[in-house]
């Protein structure tokens, strides 16, 4: 398997077909493939989630550390999110360092999380000034059939509610790595949702397989909790009337409504 | 072997933990496994032969297997930073060594065959489970290849051998302390990877190597069953 | 599985045979495709199922990339364009090449992107294969550039099954679907319908082919399988 391009032919099909409303492989634009969520798959993780979108599959873990806090924020803990596009994932992807598709991505989730106020990063503060703890999400791609960037979103949801703090050595300062106390990371109520929609042509839609993933020309990726948008990121090279905006507001929030009442009970 | 010995899982001396084993777990690959000893999980995937580029490094007589392994970040106790490391690229280079003897691939010359090794859950024994996994993924891509081969660790727990080491065996610090020993063999006997670190007298390094016989043996059958399940999964 | 003479098959039908597996021993087998012979056994060199006919052990792959062969149909996308032809991508480790000289028509050089440009797809027979690549050639009946349709991929070891004994699988689905179907031996599959529908109808099938190919009686299930179809 070497080059995954799109032929042309296909996507003239893919474009005209949409125009009808209508995807290749039966789903409305509207409608994700099938969301599967599994927790606690890896036991040295402080938390973690297998996330898989029809045939795109993530892994995501989480590990805490104590460490100083950030100049401009003393009493607040820290977060560090990476993205790793595996080269196992897809023939796309080479070896080596982190390239700008996987920096980008591994961006935007952070700005999800991080904006969100999922965490409660005060309560992470053990010294103000001085001890805080740091919450690394680190999101692996195993399979890319299209939309890493919204099963990483879930991913790191689902890896972040299943997470434990470790134990902490108050007399020594110290982390004791590999054992975890019985509490959970300090998190809201609220689950926010990163999704993303994509523009082919005059038409949006979500969750795009690889194919039409390719061929967009636009994504926008709107981080909310239903109704409160914190993040947005646009990607690729097209641009977006002002309705064409507005359309994207209504079918996030829209969406956001139908993938959480699918997956709610998963994220316990 | 004192078969009174007591390790801290309870298994025997030549006991190997629970083994799960499947292929195909990655469907845009050409080749894929995954390969578990208890609680140490690896997966491979396989992309090739296919073009070599740069031009500069292409073998004109045969293919060239490029062997990356890493773990990932939350597969340790204590994180590890995603990227590679020095360790990871020798283990990456040893495992390359341990497959090569038996890929026949002199018929591809000018390509690469790349296997993408990760480990997911880390409890010792990585580079085993990684090289099991790999063999695996190599055979489901259809390499021609003479036979399997099939990776273990034996070690050395102050005066007794055992059989696939955990953490806890690793880190074993009574009287000699712990010895690990990961090895590779072909089906038919050859060693094509072996490593050492600790201490041990010649006489029971050839019987830790009979040892290793045995549960490589053992570990082939099972990565014949997982290859030959394929038509079960359908 | 067939037997000759008086020789007994030994293999089993429709058996997965890992490397350095031992097939068979004993008896007047020979080693075919993908096996070994030393002493009295057949050993397998790589993974697949077991064939035997008159004798001869070979195995067939059911996985793993595409291994071009001189006489194959393959479809491909054009990757390149130089002075002189067309650099075709057909997912093989090899670079394909078709010259100006093996167009049925006459192409001048300036017209070259005219006919084919980067990221077209087309249907091509392998001439020839040496040191320096694969050859193609279009000026065979059936082949040329592809305008109108989708492409869809499949796993290169399942183009047998897809094409069916005698081609009867895909001219099932051809007449089901109401579809026109080049199969590629590379796994490349040309589908042009009269309807978005039909095409999307034809892939389904096709999927449903490959990923059933191993069970026995695979065309009643497929028969039965595009008769559901069609009455949703």
Redo the contacts between chains.
Sequence with gaps: MESQKTPLINEKRIRKFLEEGKRFDGRKPEEFREIKIETGVSKNAEGSARVSIGKTEVLVGVKMDVSEPYQDSQDKGNLTTTMELLPLSSPMFEAGPPKIEAIEMGRVIDRFIRESKFINMEKLCIKEGEKVWTVFIDIYSINDDGNLLDAAGIGAIAALKNSKIPKYDKKNEKVIYGELSDESIPLSKEIPLSITIHKIGKNLIVDPSREEEEISETRVTIGSSGELIHSMQKGKKGSLSIKEMSDILDLAEKTYKNIFSKIKKDLK | MTKEFKRPDGRKSDELRPIKAKVGIIPNADGSAMFSFGDTVAIAAVYGPKKMHPQHLQNPTKSTLRCTYNMLSFSVTERIRPGPNRRSMEISKITEWALEPVLMIDEFPNTVIDVYINILQANASTRCAGINAAAMALAHAGIPMKNLVSSVSIGKLDKHLVVDLNKTEEDWEEGDGATDMPITLTADGKITHIQLDGKIEAKQLKEAIEYAKKACKEIHDIQKKALKDVEENI | MNSTNNKESKISA?R?A????VIVSGGNFLPGE?TEKIGEEILA????IVEESNGLVKII?????YYPRRGNVVIG?V?NITFNGWVI?I?????AFLSLAEVPRYVNKDEIEDVMNI???VVAKIWSINKRGIDLSIKSKGLGK??????IKVNS?KVPRIIGKDGSMVNLIKSETECNITVGQNGLIWIRGEK?EN??FA?RAILFVA??S??VGLTDEVKKWLEEEKTK
């Design positions: 429709r997965i890992t490397p350095g597996e993908g060199l790589k993974y697949g792959s059911i996985s793993g990339v996308m990757e991508d997912e093989t480790h090899e670079n990221g077209d797809m592809i305008n109108d349709g989708i492409i070891n978005i095409e999307l892939k990923e059933k191993f069970i």
